[in-house]
């Protein structure tokens, strides 16, 4: 009887630890299809109205204000923090792709309108994946560690109970 | 980055900022000055000039000159870029949890240090050299846990220095601060240096300010320089924050 309930546990368990990696799994690669969708759009600024004579806003280079946010959210983002909110589990991945971290406003004086809009944007776009993916990194090891501890004690009770067998016959 | 400062270092500078009832109106923290920022990263170096102001309630205008003009104004609520040259305005709308936008070597130079921490950090170590303050605190946050500790030190005219450390020791962010001059009641200092550190402890960011012409902001009499005011026909922007 008791055997049963066990199994029955563990199976439950294992379903779970299912539905955990198949969410993880789809939080990864639904990031990974946008990437090749937002290189192909481009932030064109929108009409100047009624700018003055001569003036044409400054040329910016958006392959360096694009790498420019990524680099200083993979440099701001802390993993280590957010490896820890994803042992939350689902709850923990969620917060980490919707927590959108801002750069510091220092960041963003005395560069052009078309820098702050690209820069900006790279900057959480990165930023929101580098927090899932440690999030998402923390919910495997966790969940890995939880089926561990899980197995281990069903082994224990498992092989407890055939000895109390054994000892009977 | 160190996730709390932000917040924190805000809600110090509105503290001090702030002219509450039964306080001299004096105490209240409001300047202007003109400012050099030069910043040093893996990109290089640049420089940003211009001016700005703090305004009691906590607000911080910026009239950038060079090199591109720009006007930014920092609240509480609402962080508003604006390109006058363009007529054009980004608006980002704060809202919690996220920290109210900061200048934050600055307002780490006219804030007390201890201020600028969560409520229910210790105080690790308090000691005399030299004529100056040292302090060691841990920091905790509102659930209890650790974040890592800061360490300041200060004269009698203000903090010396800052630094935040992470829970391995790592350092995340250390302010330095010289050439204090009084502003009303207020001790600010006209050269600040700010480095940045990365995660893992690199150097990421270097930023050094110098300030000049400081002097009390009198928001009778001057114009609210650099507060990004927009027009009727400005071009208005949300920018995601």
């Given at each position: 009887?008791?055997?049963?309930?066990?199994?029955?546990?563990?199976?439950?368990?294992?379903?779970?630890?299912?539905?955990?990696?198949?969410?993880?799994?789809a939080l990864?690669?639904?990031?990974?299809?946008?990437?090749?969708?937002?290189?192909?759009q481009s932030?064109?600024?929108?009409?100047?109205?009624?700018?003055?004579?001569?003036?044409?806003?400054?040329?910016?280079?958006?392959?360096?204000?694009?790498?420019?946010?990524?680099?200083?959210?993979?440099?701001?983002?802390n993993?280590?923090?957010?490896?820890?909110?994803?042992?939350?589990?689902?709850?923990?991945?969620?917060?980490?792709?919707?927590?959108?971290?801002?750069?510091?406003?220092?960041?963003?004086?005395?560069?052009?309108?078309?820098?702050?809009?690209?820069?900006?944007?790279?900057?959480?776009?990165?930023?929101?994946?580098?927090?899932?993916r440690?999030?998402?990194?923390?919910?495997?090891?966790?969940?890995?560690?939880?089926?561990?501890?899980?197995?281990?004690?069903?082994?224990?009770?498992?092989?407890?109970?055939?000895?109390?067998?054994?000892?009977?016959? | 980055?160190?996730?709390?400062?932000?917040?924190?270092i805000?809600a110090?500078?509105a503290?001090?900022?702030?002219?509450?009832?039964?306080?001299?109106?004096?105490?209240?923290?409001?300047?202007?000055?003109?400012?050099?920022?030069?910043?040093?990263?893996?990109?290089?170096?640049?420089?940003?000039?211009?001016?700005?102001?703090?305004?009691?309630?906590?607000?911080?205008?910026?009239?950038v000159?060079?090199?591109?003009?720009?006007?930014?104004?920092?609240?509480?609520?609402?962080?508003?870029?604006?390109?006058?040259?363009?007529?054009?305005?980004?608006?980002?709308?704060?809202?919690?949890?996220?920290a109210?936008?900061?200048?934050?070597?600055?307002?780490?130079?006219?804030?007390?240090?201890?201020?600028?921490?969560?409520?229910?950090?210790?105080?690790?170590?308090?000691?005399?050299?030299?004529?100056?303050?040292?302090?060691?605190?841990?920091?905790?946050?509102?659930?209890?846990?650790?974040?890592?500790?800061?360490?300041?030190?200060?004269?009698?005219?203000?903090?010396?220095?800052?630094?935040?450390?992470?829970?391995?020791?790592?350092?995340?962010?250390?302010?330095?601060?010289g050439?204090?001059?009084?502003?009303?009641?207020?001790?600010?200092?006209?050269?600040?240096?700010?480095?940045?550190?990365?995660?893992?402890?690199?150097?990421?960011?270097?930023?050094?300010?110098?300030?000049?012409?400081?002097?009390?902001?009198?928001?009778?009499?001057?114009?609210?320089?650099?507060?990004?005011?927009?027009?009727?026909?400005?071009?208005?922007?949300?920018?995601?924050?």
């Amino acid at each position: 009887m008791s055997r049963s309930i066990g199994f029955r546990g563990f199976r439950k368990r294992i379903s779970t630890s299912a539905i955990v990696a198949i969410v993880s799994g789809a939080l990864i690669l639904v990031p990974l299809l946008q990437r090749p969708v937002l290189a192909q759009q481009s932030w064109a600024p929108p009409p100047a109205g009624q700018p003055a004579p001569g003036y044409a806003p400054p040329p910016v280079d958006a392959g360096r204000a694009s790498a420019e946010g990524v680099q200083d959210a993979d440099a701001d983002i802390n993993g280590t923090l957010w490896f820890f909110v994803g042992c939350l589990g689902v709850i923990g991945i969620a917060i980490a792709y919707f927590a959108e971290p801002s750069p510091p406003p220092a960041r963003l004086m005395g560069k052009s309108a078309e820098y702050v809009a690209i820069y900006t944007g790279a900057y959480k776009t990165e930023g929101k994946s580098v927090q899932g993916r440690h999030a998402i990194y923390g919910c495997l090891v966790g969940t890995g560690l939880i089926v561990a501890v899980y197995v281990v004690f069903f082994l224990v009770i498992f092989k407890t109970a055939n000895d109390n067998m054994t000892a009977l016959q | 980055m160190v996730g709390w400062w932000g917040a924190s270092i805000a809600a110090a500078l509105a503290t001090v900022s702030s002219v509450t009832p039964g306080t001299r109106v004096g105490a209240a923290l409001a300047l202007s000055a003109d400012f050099v920022l030069k910043t040093t990263d893996a990109q290089g170096t640049e420089t940003v000039t211009g001016a700005l102001s703090f305004i009691p309630g906590g607000d911080v205008c910026v009239a950038v000159k060079t090199p591109n003009l720009q006007e930014m104004h920092l609240s509480v609520r609402e962080l508003v870029i604006y390109y006058p040259e363009r007529d054009l305005a980004f608006v980002a709308n704060v809202v919690p949890p996220h920290a109210p936008p900061m200048l934050d070597a600055l307002a780490a130079g006219v804030a007390d240090p201890a201020s600028t921490l969560p409520a229910q950090s210790k105080l690790l170590e308090r000691k005399r050299a030299n004529g100056n303050l040292l302090t060691r605190w841990r920091v905790i946050d509102g659930t209890g846990q650790a974040l890592g500790e800061m360490r300041s030190a200060e004269s009698r005219e203000g903090a010396l220095s800052v630094e935040l450390d992470d829970k391995a020791g790592k350092p995340q962010r250390r302010f330095s601060f010289g050439d204090r001059v009084r502003v009303g009641a207020r001790s600010v200092p006209r050269a600040i240096g700010a480095e940045y550190f990365s995660a893992g402890g690199a150097r990421q960011r270097q930023e050094q300010w110098t300030l000049a012409n400081v002097t009390r902001f009198d928001q009778r009499g001057a114009a609210l320089i650099g507060c990004a005011h927009l027009g009727p026909h400005t071009k208005v922007q949300e920018l995601q924050w």
